[in-house]
């Protein structure tokens, strides 16, 4: 059964930093991996789609990788805004998709004025 | 505008009753999905349809009922036979049959039993 963890679990960091999510997951066998924001209390917004065969993608300040062999996404967040503060969450689609997708816990983010 | 819409936003159960959470899509999406979400403990699966009138349970459905008859509803029951039902609970929607469409969730129906 697919487990997918997220590293780290809460990060803070100043206004301007570039930084990087991790996301890693057991079966490589993915369909898809999707990453999305979640605000305090609110529903989940995607972020980006990332389909097996691709490597990565980009939305605006935003670049994730997918490394299937290892196992392994990054998100990658240019010249962060407060605004930006939010839970990163990543999940995949495998094993036929009869699962639905799969969810790490997170990472909670904080963007410091 | 195309989307995901939950209702209630916030619901509140008396012990032993049975309460219905609403989900609609104009996404013209085959799959839905409810997804139960506590602190700590990230977003788990209740029950997934892949197409009307079939669903599947996923890994929490015990105390939970589901139905599908029409594409763009799937409504979500909890029972009087979940006994924690108090969470977030999230709605979500995708292409379905391809595994490679991106999905999309509601804006979440908290839930509290008083």
């Known amino acids: 059964k697919q487990e997918v963890t997220q590293i780290p679990a809460a990060l803070s960091v100043p206004e301007g930093e570039n930084l990087v999510l991790n996301c890693s997951f057991t079966?490589?066998?993915?369909?898809?991996l999707q990453w999305f924001r979640q605000d305090p209390g609110k529903g989940l917004t995607s972020l980006l789609l990332i389909q097996s065969s691709q490597r990565e993608q980009t939305s605006g300040r935003l670049n994730a990788s997918l490394d299937k062999s290892s196992g392994r996404s990054t998100l990658y967040i240019a010249a962060s805004q407060p605004g930006d503060s939010a839970t990163y969450l990543c999940a995949t689609i495998s094993g036929g998709g009869a699962d639905g997708l799969t969810f790490g816990k997170g990472t909670h983010l904080i963007i410091q004025p | 505008d195309g989307g995901i819409t939950q209702s209630p936003k916030y619901l509140f159960r008396k012990e032993g009753q049975n309460v219905t959470l609403s989900c609609e899509q104009n996404l013209n999406h085959d799959a839905m999905y409810w997804y139960r979400q506590d602190p700590g403990q990230g977003l788990r699966l209740i029950y997934y349809?892949?197409?009307?009138?079939?669903?599947q349970k996923g890994d929490i459905a015990e105390g939970y009922s589901v139905s599908r008859e029409k594409k763009e509803s799937f409504p979500l029951t909890v029972t009087s036979a979940q006994k924690n039902p108090t969470a977030f609970y999230l709605c979500?929607?995708?292409?379905?049959?391809?595994?490679?469409?991106?999905?999309?969730f509601g804006q979440g129906t908290r839930l509290t039993v008083v």
């Open positions: 349809s892949q197409i009307v009138n079939d669903f």
């Open positions: 979500a929607s995708s292409g379905g049959a391809s595994m490679n469409t991106e999905a999309f």
């Open positions: 079966d490589s066998a993915i369909y898809n």
